[in-house]
């Protein structure tokens, strides 16, 4: 007797198939929340580093800003704007811009400025770390309950 006589020959899922499935489905939406919250905790570890002044991290910033620029076909520097074909010369403006802000005062701006993106960046991952602990396994439970329920008592 051979066994493949008795197999019908039209495709057909099983109940084993749609738990496969869904199964697969929540170790991919767990995959794709590990990956989130890896990016923005390495965003973050960068953020703090760049504000404590980490010279390779910054050095790297900078280059890749520059390079960008340069795709862009735009120079880093600040170029003086033209307008009606004249040229406006912003003398007064700088000299006054560099009076006002000492370099202390920029450092701390600057420091403030990525501190402030590396607690955003922390308290974001938590927040889809946390939100992710608590919906997916009551997804999953409720998917469950759907399953189960679906398939021993219809």
């Known amino acids: 007797m051979l066994w493949n006589n008795e197999v019908p020959s039209t495709a057909h899922l099983t109940a084993a198939d749609i738990w496969v499935f869904l199964c697969n489905i929540f170790i ?7 990956i989130a919250v890896h990016i923005l905790v390495k965003m973050s570890h960068k953020q703090l580093l760049l504000a404590n002044k980490n010279e390779c991290v910054r050095a790297e ?5 520059e390079k960008q620029a340069a795709k862009r076909g735009r120079s880093v520097s600040p170029r003086t704007p033209i307008a009606n074909g ?3 010369e912003m003398k007064h403006f700088d000299q ?6 000492s ?17 955003y960046y922390s308290i974001t991952a938590a927040r889809v770390d946390l939100s992710a602990r608590i919906i997916l396994p009551l997804a999953y439970g409720i998917v469950v309950l759907i399953y189960f329920s679906f398939y021993l008592f219809l």
Do not use: A, K
Not at 28 to 34: F, H, P
Not at 96 to 101: A, E, G, P, Y
Not at 103 to 119: A, E, G, K, M, V
């Open 86 to 88: 004249r040229m406006f």
């Open 96 to 101: 006054d811009l560099l009076c006002s802000t």
């Open 61 to 65: 910033s900078r280059y890749r800003r």
């Open 28 to 34: 991919l939406l767990s995959l794709i929340e590990v």
């Open 103 to 119: 370099t202390s005062n920029y450092d701390t701006l600057i420091n403030d400025y990525f501190h402030r993106w590396s607690d």
